[in-house]
């Protein structure tokens, strides 16, 4: 397997974002212009970045809650102790992609595994942009 760094994601990326924008400029001329021949396909180099970047791997994480702690309770915890939150158990469950937050949803059993049943999720181009960087 290949190892990709933050440079070439960041290539990749801004690749994506020219793609996107190309495909963009020809939607709405496409639909100023009216009925359109067939699309033609994109050129192989296209191709081959938009493959590399949905091969790409980022952290999917759905979270329970969050809360800042002193060092001096981190310090301190043991087995046994308990956190609380200001969540309902009830709430939705945060979705983040590179921690930001792309969705929500609620918790739900897989088998013997945890799953996220998502009710909100953001548009294409927002999840895009989640993977940027900070």
Do not use: N, Y
């Amino acid at each position: 397997m290949t190892s990709i760094d933050q440079s070439d994601i960041g290539t990749l990326l801004q690749e994506a974002a020219a793609l996107a924008s190309a495909a963009s400029a020809e939607l709405a001329e496409a639909s100023v212009a009216g009925p359109a021949e067939p699309a033609q396909a994109l050129p192989d180099q296209d191709d081959i970045s938009l493959a590399r970047i949905l091969k790409v791997r980022v952290p999917v994480i759905a979270q329970l809650a969050r809360r800042p702690m002193s060092v001096a309770i981190i310090r301190d915890l043991s087995v046994g102790a308990i956190l609380e939150f200001e969540k309902s158990v009830d709430e939705e469950l945060d979705l983040l992609i590179s921690d930001r937050l792309i969705g929500q949803g609620h918790c739900v059993k897989v088998g013997e595994k945890f799953g996220l049943r998502i009710t909100h999720i953001c548009d294409k181009a927002e999840r895009i942009r989640s993977l940027g960087g900070p």
